[in-house]
């Protein structure tokens, strides 16, 4: 949504929840992971969270890709962004409307990243297990991200590092 239809978008957003909430339907409104109100950026800007949080019966906080296939290795949704997105949310709106998005997934970059070339490939926590399994690799955990990661080197001697989530990262982020 672009920034110049900020209201438009929460006017839309609020008639829609007196249309579906007549048909007992809820509105959930995703919200892009803003740390403030002067946050920049398409995907900000048009993200009033106050705005939205009062014309929908509840907000869904995307807390997640930091760590992005295109983007630079790093955890996908590392505890202490999330946080910092907890803590502007609640200055915005009641926590009785806030429903926490975390990922479920992780991403394995080959090294040495690149900006604009280097791609991660996407794939479950699962399969993210499975692969440290059979390349024989130590998950270790990020104290700092609460995120656990990896290093391996694949068939052709190229190092990889592998972000993901398990319970361990999923309890961390529960208990904000």
Not at 121 to 149: H, K, M, N, W, Y
Request: aromatic share 12%.
């Amino acid at each position: 949504v672009p920034p110049e239809l900020r209201e438009a978008y929460a006017a839309f957003v609020c008639r829609l929840r007196e249309a579906l909430n007549a048909e007992g339907k809820p509105v959930v409104a995703a919200l892009a992971p803003k740390t403030s109100a002067q946050q920049r950026g398409l995907l900000y800007e048009a993200h009033d969270y106050a705005a939205l949080s009062h014309a929908a019966n509840a907000v869904l906080l995307m807390a997640y890709e930091w760590g992005y296939t295109a983007g630079p290795p790093m955890a996908v949704a590392p505890l202490t962004q999330v946080r910092r997105v907890l803590d502007y949310a609640l200055t915005e709106m009641a926590p009785e409307k806030i429903f926490l998005g975390v990922p479920t997934y992780g991403y394995d970059w080959p090294l040495p990243y690149e900006k604009g070339r280097t791609r991660a490939e996407t794939f479950s926590s699962q399969a993210a297990v499975a692969r440290a399994r059979l390349v024989g690799a130590e998950i270790e955990f990020d104290e700092t991200a609460r995120s656990p990661c990896y290093h391996y080197f694949d068939k052709m001697r190229r190092e990889h590092v592998v972000w993901f989530e398990d319970a361990r990262s999923l309890r961390a982020k529960i208990a904000l």
